[in-house]
């Protein structure tokens, strides 16, 4: 069953910009993770952030976490062409089942 | 790199074929799981072993057939599949016992059924 829906399922931006995805997710969970695909490829993970934590920070990613409304938002600052990629939330649930969103396509125009 | 490796990358197959797909990882880890992507939908979790026990099945058709014979190893074998099960699939691993597990995935293998 699919975790939970993400908000936008397509994003365009101009390189140097900002874009932030959301997430929403159903169920409790440990932690929630994020991540990209690039075409065709595997999925590569960016960030986890537990439960008991509301924000974190890697580089020019800022992932936020409530759980009081289930939803989770990344934000990639001063994006860059090579960020173009399908973005994916994920809940782990206390079985260690990772359950995914549906994605945001990202498009960062040069 | 991951650590996870699945191979082959990509197969295609016929409906009557009998194939396998592979997955390795040498991390240590002890959960490895087989989740299916099909386009235009949502990553789909089939198969979760746990120190090589399967504790998830989510209502997988039986024409798939996960094997886990060690904890680095995991297999999903094939038959009689349907077009419909061409897709995207992706073996994934994870360390059980921490809060903060990440899980690693493989690059994919990309089945064909035709």
């Known amino acids: 069953s699919q975790q939970g829906e993400e908000d936008p399922q397509a994003l365009s931006i101009q390189e140097g910009e900002n874009a932030t995805m959301n997430c929403s997710y159903k169920t409790s969970i440990n932690n929630l993770q994020w991540y990209r695909q690039n075409s065709g490829r595997g999925l590569v993970h960016l960030i986890l952030?537990?439960?008991?934590?509301r924000e974190k920070h890697s580089g020019r990613l800022r992932v936020t976490l409530d759980t009081s409304k289930k939803s989770s938002s990344l934000l990639i600052t001063a994006s860059r062409a090579a960020d173009t990629a399908s973005y994916f939330c994920?809940?782990?649930?206390?079985?260690?089942?990772?359950?995914f969103g549906s994605g945001t396509r990202l498009l960062v125009r040069p | 790199e991951t650590g996870v490796t699945q191979t082959p990358r990509h197969l295609v197959m016929g409906m009557t074929n009998k194939k396998s797909l592979k997955c390795e990882q040498h991390?240590?880890?002890?959960?490895m799981y087989w989740y299916k992507q099909s386009a235009k939908k949502p990553l789909e979790l089939m198969f979760v072993?746990?120190?090589?026990?399967?504790?998830e099945n989510n209502s997988v058709p039986s024409r798939f057939s996960p094997e886990c014979p060690n904890s680095s190893h995991l297999f999903l074998h094939l038959h009689t599949l349907q077009p419909e099960d061409s897709a995207l699939y992706l073996c994934?691993?994870?360390?059980?016992?921490?809060?903060?597990?990440?899980?690693?995935f493989g690059e994919g293998s990309w089945l064909t059924v035709v």
């Open positions: 994934a691993s994870t360390l059980r016992g921490l809060t903060g597990n990440t899980i690693y």
């Open positions: 991390l240590g880890h002890n959960a």
């Open positions: 952030i537990r439960s008991n934590e």
């Open positions: 994920a809940g782990m649930d206390s079985s260690y089942k990772l359950i």
């Open positions: 072993y746990n120190f090589k026990e399967q504790t």
